[in-house]
């Protein structure tokens, strides 16, 4: 498959959460998502986006030192990971991260390049970056699951 990519700016935290809202409307329920991005550049606020869609209106914040933060909720489960703090791609097999994989859920995870060569490939690849303006949010399709989300979103962000 050639990778689909698709950048979406954001030009405030709200339109960032509604990227997240309008992304989880595409997923369905079942998706891994990869997060890169500087400190600060708003995964998290992305992650809350996506519980917000699937109206979890609580708190969310990075689970960096927890490292997974789980989420169940009556529209279907998220779980939300931090590998900030992985020092090495074979810590992740102690965490239980192969059969969380295996679990129906959107499951998105921040800095996943702490996991290569451990991690499976994600639906979608996101990078966020700091602009003059905002945030811009550069999306990669890297299967066929996730050019049909990628699809969507971007017929929703129109």
């Known amino acids: 498959m050639n990778a689909e990519r698709r950048c979406f700016d954001a030009d405030c935290e709200s339109a960032q ?3 997240g809202r309008r992304l989880v409307r595409a997923c369905d329920d079942q998706a891994l998502i990869f997060l890169r ?10 992650t809350r986006g996506v519980l917000r869609g ?3 209106d609580g708190a969310v914040k990075s ?22 703090r992985v020092g090495d791609p074979g810590e992740l097999e102690y ?3 192969r059969e969380l994989l295996e679990e129906p859920a959107i499951t998105i995870i921040e800095w996943p390049e702490r996991g290569e060569g451990w991690l499976p490939r994600p639906d979608l690849d996101i990078a966020i970056s700091h602009t003059s303006i905002g945030r811009r949010l550069c999306i990669v399709a890297t299967t066929a699951r996730g050019g049909e989300i990628l699809a969507m ?3 929703d962000l129109q």
Do not use: F, M
Not at 63 to 74: D, G, K, M, R, V
């Open 17 to 19: 959460v509604a990227i």
């Open 37 to 46: 991005g500087d400190l600060g550049a708003g995964k998290t606020t992305l």
């Open 54 to 56: 699937l109206g979890y």
């Open 63 to 84: 689970p960096t030192y927890t490292l997974i933060e789980p989420y169940a909720l009556p529209a279907g489960r998220v779980n939300h990971l931090d590998l900030y």
């Open 95 to 97: 965490l239980g991260l």
């Open 153 to 155: 979103l971007a017929d």
